[in-house]
Nanobody
Framework: QVQVVESGGGMVQPGGSLRLSCAAS????????IHWFRQAPGKQREWVAD???????TYGESVEGRFAISRNNANATVYLQMNSLKPEDTAVYYC?????WGQGTQVTVSS
């Protein structure tokens, strides 16, 4: 059974940074792309970034240049480094891989 668990969310001031983690189990991690999504209150879930099994990263327009996705196949974890955070980045961030969603981690950007 595939499980993905996000962590690392919290509250940060505008301009600050956070690093989210997504740990996976029950799957051959290196064979899968991993995706980050986010959902703000009252809005639809939005794709943020993904990283292929070949380590190719792509980003949504709203986070390009500020966020960086990476993966560590040895510990079956993907990271989302978020820099220059803005209030509009406030959302629950979700990890998605192998057809499975995590429970999400809250990110709040506020002064």
């Amino acid at each position: 059974q595939v499980q993905v668990v996000e962590s690392g969310g919290g509250m940060v001031q505008p301009g600050g940074s956070l690093r989210l983690s997504c740990a996976a189990s029950g799957v051959i991690f290196r064979n899968h792309a991993i995706h980050w999504f986010r959902q703000a209150p009252g809005k639809q879930r939005e794709w943020v970034a993904d990283i292929s099994m070949h380590n190719r990263a792509t980003y949504g327009e709203s986070v390009e240049g500020r966020f960086a996705i990476s993966r560590n196949n040895a510990n079956a974890t993907v990271y989302l480094q978020m820099n220059s955070l803005k209030p509009e980045d406030t959302a629950v961030y979700y990890c998605f891989m192998a057809g499975t969603w995590g429970q999400g981690t809250q990110v709040t950007v506020s002064s």
